[in-house]
């Protein structure tokens, strides 16, 4: 089945510490999305990517990197920088063109200990 | 600066009766709005997608109309179950030259009783 894969489902990171989230999907989609769910905040968008090596920051960029090397794929780097890394992770593609939907992946939940 | 609202923010009802989520958005040239399905800690299931030029798409129990002009969507599940127990997003997208943007709502969550 079509889909996407976010790994792992539970994270954990220890202050100062680089973690990196990943993202696969084997849609064929040429866009690929990180966003950020906390409660009573809703999702915002990290970076997003249209192509193969290229990519472009989203609403709340700062202390996050990313990379997409190969279509099917679009890791994000939760850096040291990011002063409040806790929160939901979603990872989500669509085709191009203007007729058609998104598809998310089941997230990772990251967490400071 | 397109903005989207779903109000209530909690709904709860019994067994069998239908349900009727409502979505507002500021900027009425979206290009399609899509209904997303959210349980505790998973990630979003699509449910419904509304092309720009669509007055409403239907899928089993479910019926999602789009009116542009008043910048709204409506959902409805007729006869809910408890299995529908679940957040309910509603998110436009506009389609621009740097990138789609998807614009969510702060959702509804919603509590079908036995």
């Known amino acids: 089945d079509g889909g996407i894969t976010q790994s792992p489902k539970y994270l954990f990171r220890k202050e100062g510490q680089n973690v990196t989230l990943s993202c696969e999907q084997n849609?064929?989609?040429?866009?690929m999305y990180w966003y950020r769910q906390d409660p009573g905040q809703g999702l915002r968008l990290i970076y997003y990517?249209?192509?193969?090596?290229?990519?472009q920051k989203g609403d709340i960029a700062e202390g996050y990197s990313v990379s997409r090397e190969k279509k099917e794929s679009f890791p994000l780097t939760v850096t040291s920088a990011q002063k409040n890394p806790t929160a939901f992770y979603l990872c989500?593609?669509?085709?191009?063109?203007?007729?058609?939907?998104?598809?998310f992946g089941s997230g990772t939940r990251l967490t400071v200990v | 600066k397109q903005e989207v609202t779903q109000i209530p923010a909690a709904l709860s009802v019994p067994e069998g009766e239908n349900l009727v989520l409502n979505c507002s958005f500021t900027?009425?040239?979206?290009?399609?709005l899509q209904w997303f399905r959210q349980d505790p800690g998973k990630g979003l299931t699509s449910l419904l997608l509304i092309q720009s030029s669509q007055r409403e798409q239907t899928s089993g129990r479910l019926n999602a109309s789009l009116d542009k002009s008043s910048g709204r969507s409506t959902l409805y599940i007729a006869a809910s179950q408890p299995g529908d127990s679940a957040t309910y997003l509603c998110?436009?997208?506009?389609?621009?030259?740097?990138?789609?943007?998807?614009?969510f709502g702060g959702g509804t969550r919603v509590l079908v009783k036995p």
């Open positions: 900027d009425s040239a979206i290009y399609n």
């Open positions: 998110a436009v997208i506009k389609i621009k030259a740097a990138g789609n943007k998807l614009t």
């Open positions: 989500a593609s669509s085709p191009q063109g203007s007729n058609y939907g998104y598809t």
């Open positions: 849609l064929n989609h040429d866009a």
């Open positions: 990517s249209q192509i193969v090596n290229d990519f």
